[in-house]
């Protein structure tokens, strides 16, 4: 027996009614929001970056190809790391069916990460994933869009998403990251075959940049939960009646999941929406 509410069908399209509300006027706000992302000012990249690339080495603006939009994906995977992030990999099983429609309005995907290009085709080869990764191996790219931390400036304190971090301690970039090493991102950090101090150096973002008469201007970064509607499989979670049901550290990368068991829900109904 459910302890949920159960309404009649009357009641219940009453109660969605006010949420369509709701959710219109939330749509409004989003769009405006996209306007002013829009509106943004550039600011112009003079720094020569170079990238191993699907194509060979690249510059920043060869990373375009024929586009004249590129949009970034900081895909965490440090040199020393034995796998990628598993959220990065995650994200990255949507990446191959959208950059053919990316591409017909101008705009090309590619990850970027600091790992050396051999582990990223074996990595890729391994998911099945075609879309564009490029390495930056010795490059200040990730680094200059706040995507890596040195272990000065992890020591000293960075900015990340727009506000500074405290430094590095036993208990790791700040207690709500890290909880003295254990909990998520210990057990983040594990999974990639790294410890905390290391996996902590790499972040997640997304950086978008215009080539416009030859020159690469950088239009728009987001990080942390700015990415949050991007992960295309969440907005499917959050609209199902359980929500992101989310307990601990439960994602996987895809290959590596345990088979579920044939009443595959069962494990579901106590744990609470991901807040």
Not at 31 to 39: E, F, N, Q, W
Request: net charge positive.
């Amino acid at each position: 027996m459910t302890d949920h509410r159960v309404v009649s069908r009357g009641e219940w399209n009453e109660a969605r009614q006010q949420l369509l509300a709701e959710e219109k006027a939330f749509t409004r706000l989003r769009d405006a929001l996209s306007a002013k992302r829009r509106a943004l000012p550039w600011v112009r990249i003079d720094k020569a970056y170079r990238f191993e690339g699907p194509e060979g080495r690249a510059t920043l603006g060869e990373l375009f190809g024929a586009r004249r939009q590129l949009v970034v994906y900081h895909f965490m995977f440090a040199p020393e790391w034995e796998k990628p992030c598993k959220s990065c990999s995650f994200w990255a099983d949507g990446y191959n069916g959208v950059g053919a429609h990316l591409e017909r309005r101008d705009t090309r995907l590619v990850a970027i990460s600091r790992a050396p290009r051999a582990k990223l085709v074996e990595r890729a080869e391994r998911m099945g994933w075609t879309f564009p990764w490029a390495s930056a191996p010795g490059s200040d790219f990730n680094f200059d869009f706040n995507a890596s931390l040195t272990e000065e400036q992890q020591r000293e304190g960075a900015e990340y998403n727009y506000r500074r971090e405290a430094a590095f301690t036993v208990r790791g970039i700040g207690d709500s990251l890290t909880k003295r090493g254990e909990g998520p991102v210990g057990e983040m950090a594990a999974m990639a075959g790294t410890d905390v101090a290391t996996y902590t150096r790499e972040r997640p973002g997304v950086s978008a940049f215009v080539l416009a008469d030859g020159v690469v201007y950088h239009t728009y970064s987001t990080y942390s939960r700015g990415l949050d509607v991007l992960w295309g499989m969440y907005q499917w979670l959050d609209r199902a009646p359980k929500g992101r049901n989310e307990t601990g550290v439960w994602l996987r990368r895809r290959d590596e999941y345990e088979p579920l068991p044939q009443n595959a829900g069962s494990c579901c109904h106590a744990a609470e929406p991901h807040a």
